[in-house]
Nanobody, 122 residues
Framework: QVQLVESGGGLVQAGGSLRLSCAAS???????????MGWYRQAPGNQRESVAT???????NYEDSVKGRFTISRDNAKNMVYLQMNSLKPEDTAVYYC?????????????WGQGTQVTVSS
């Protein structure tokens, strides 16, 4: 079982920056590195969408609207995942969730954090 705790959200003006952090516990560092990690967001009235993902092998994908502005990274030694968000826009306003997933004998297991609010004012 993996527990995820996000931090770093807040209120920022358009054009500003925030850095989200996700701390994973319940899996030792030797196991954490096998998890695929990602950041998702959900705005009011919208479905949850993928923002950025990084696989256990380090392969990275970004949602089109954040390419060039957001950067995902992971530190397996610290069981941490980060999302650096620059040039923020009002449309980036949402609750941001950290996700960890891994494939095992029973299929894919997903774990979610409680979310952190990001609000970008115009």
């Amino acid at each position: 079982q993996v527990q995820l705790v996000e931090s770093g959200g807040g209120l920022v003006q358009a054009g500003g920056s925030l850095r989200l952090s996700c701390a994973a516990s319940g899996a030792s560092g030797s196991i954490f590195r096998f998890y695929n990690m990602g950041w998702y967001r959900q705005a009011p009235g919208n479905q949850r969408e993928s923002v950025a993902t990084i696989t256990s092998a380090g392969r990275i994908n970004y949602e089109d609207s954040v390419k060039g502005r957001f950067t995902i990274s992971r530190d397996n030694a610290k069981n941490m995942v980060y999302l650096q968000m620059n040039s923020l826009k009002p449309e980036d306003t949402a609750v941001y969730y950290c996700n960890a997933n891994v494939w095992g004998g029973v299929g894919r297991s997903d774990y979610w954090g409680q979310g952190t609010q990001v609000t970008v004012s115009s």
